[in-house]
């Protein structure tokens, strides 16, 4: 799939589904179904026109850019979203972008899709311009819930996985570098793939989670990436309340049966579902014990997929 900034985009017959499409969801794949482009905005408008409540993302451009891509799509376009950019009007974008730049024959939106300055223009004014069809998605609902990028950030914030799996239509998950932490998980036998939070993204609640990992080695790194790809993992996030580290917020992915050094390299990780809350241990002889008992529940979880 070719990516384009919307300065560069070459002017031709486009079938365009435009959004935000955080989390690619499975309502978002409704809108990009049929499309052969797709229009998105980075950063996330919110973050410009009111920055106070700027979501936290599922989704890092990279890789909304691989689940679109994998929906068979054949152009991302992405337009750098600025105050210029939020300035323009409802009719300047559809005039500007969506006809004089890409050339849109069909347009493909969600029913609450809002756009221009001060999110004046919606989808009546889209299907009252007869330069190009337009087609309009109702929200979605799956087994009686509404799917939505909001409503999936708190399922994944309050750590059930499991059900954001159920919107999303794919596991959530994380990248990130493998950083060194203070090695505790390799002094009570369990060593870990340790990952900072990124301070714009999701991260699902603190607790111990069954999940698959796979590492991916940077340019230029000789070092072989995982022997087999998604590798089960029980994961750790949180602050380690058993132990006093003054570290914050981690991420420790210990991955079942594998040595090796990952230092350096890109993880990510497939949560599939919340084992437990973190709590503190009365001794690093209990948390050992109950770190049995993740991996082990764990292996049951990822054998039942």
């Known amino acids: 799939m070719k990516i384009t900034r919307l300065p560069d985009v070459e002017h031709r017959e486009r079938q365009v589904a435009v959004g935000t499409f955080d989390g690619v969801h499975l309502g978002h794949r409704e809108v990009i179904r049929g499309s052969d482009s797709v229009l998105t905005f980075d950063p996330h408008p919110v973050s ?3 920055p106070q409540h700027a979501p936290k993302l599922l989704t890092p451009l990279t890789v909304k850019a691989e689940l679109i891509a994998a929906l068979g799509v054949q152009e991302l376009i992405v337009i750098p979203f600025d105050a210029a950019f939020a300035a ?6 559809i005039d500007e972008v969506l006809l004089g730049a890409l050339g849109a024959v069909r347009v493909s939106v969600g029913e609450n899709f809002r756009f221009g300055n001060r ?4 989808t009546r004014l889209l299907a009252a311009d007869g330069r190009f069809d337009t087609t ?8 009686g819930e509404i799917v939505s990028s909001s409503h999936i950030r708190g399922l994944v914030l309050a750590g059930e996985v499991d059900q954001a799996t159920r919107f999303l239509g794919a596991p959530f998950q994380l990248r990130g570098e493998v950083v060194r932490g203070d090695e ?10 340790n990952l900072i939070p990124q301070e714009e993204l999701v991260c699902p609640g603190h607790g ?3 999940c698959l990992a796979d590492g991916r080695p940077k340019p230029g790194d000789t070092r072989l990436q995982l022997a087999s790809p998604f590798r089960p993992a029980a994961v750790n996030v949180g602050v380690r309340p058993t132990f006093t580290t003054g570290r ?27 084992l437990r809350g973190e709590r503190r241990f009365p001794s690093a002889e209990a948390l050992i014990e109950q770190m049995r008992r993740d991996v082990e ?9």
Request: aromatic share 10%; glycine share 8%.
């Open 248 to 274: 914050g917020e981690l991420i420790e992915a210990y991955l079942l049966d594998f040595e090796g050094d990952l230092y350096g390299q890109e993880l990510r990780i497939d949560f599939v579902r919340r």
């Open 136 to 143: 309009v998605h109702p929200l979605l609902e799956v087994d």
């Open 297 to 305: 529940q764990t292996r049951a979880v990822l054998a039942e997929r």
């Open 208 to 210: 111990i989670y069954a």
């Open 48 to 50: 410009v026109v009111a």
């Open 184 to 193: 505790l998980g390799r002094k009570l036998g369990f060593p870990t793939a």
């Open 119 to 122: 999110a004046q223009g919606d």
């Open 88 to 93: 323009r009007s409802a009719q300047e974008f």
